[in-house]
């Protein structure tokens, strides 16, 4: 008997070859919405590939792919939450405290305080203002989704770093961000410092 195939928000599939079953491809799930399904393949492209939802249970049915990360569970995924995240995370990005991002769009430090808890209440209506303030395009608020193409030489090492930072979950990347700005401003006041050779009598 066949199970019906359930995906959801997160997961990621992964296709092996059949020869030596080595990994062939792998999918994860970055929208999923309306009978269409977003996803990013690793190792390609930043920007996701949209199919329909039964073609992409075709491509797992057809490469007999595997489910090898679940998909991120329906608790977490409230949309009130998730664009109360997203409003901390590019609030804390531009180093607004909430009073200052308030002031900026014309609202009160309350209202910020509350969307950023999930409880949206009336942010439709000054998603414009808040999009504008924090410098990205009303649908990055919404959907959370915002690629750039950029073209870039990378070394091995910057490559790695890059393809795991595009692993962490959105805090814990602005936390590693917020790291190494640490670390390179320890480093150049480190340099700053250094003694001077005594001066021979």
Not at 12 to 36: C, F, M, N, P
């Amino acid at each position: 008997m066949k199970t019906a195939l359930q995906l959801g928000l997160g997961q990621k599939w992964t296709s092996y070859s059949a020869s030596d079953r080595t990994v062939r491809e792998v999918r994860e799930i970055v929208t999923l919405a309306a009978g269409r399904v977003c996803f990013r393949t690793e190792g390609k492209s930043l920007v996701p590939t949209q199919t329909s939802e039964a073609a992409y249970k075709a491509w797992i049915r057809e490469t007999e792919a595997v489910l090898t990360k679940k998909a991120i569970p329906q608790a977490q995924l409230s949309p009130g939450l998730e664009l109360g995240r997203r409003i901390r995370l590019l609030r804390e990005m531009a180093g607004l405290s909430q009073n200052q991002l308030a002031e900026k769009v014309g609202i009160s430090r309350s209202a910020v305080a509350f969307w950023e808890t999930g409880r949206s209440g009336h942010v439709g209506k000054h998603l414009g203002g808040l999009a504008e303030v924090l410098g990205v395009e009303p649908e990055v608020l919404l959907t959370g989704m915002a690629y750039k193409a950029i073209q870039a030489t990378l070394t091995p090492d910057e490559d790695t770093m890059l393809a795991l930072y595009r692993q962490l979950d959105p805090l814990i990347k602005l936390q590693a961000q917020k790291w190494i700005e640490r670390r390179v401003r320890h480093s150049e006041g480190q340099s700053a410092k250094t003694p001077r050779p005594p001066k021979s009598a």
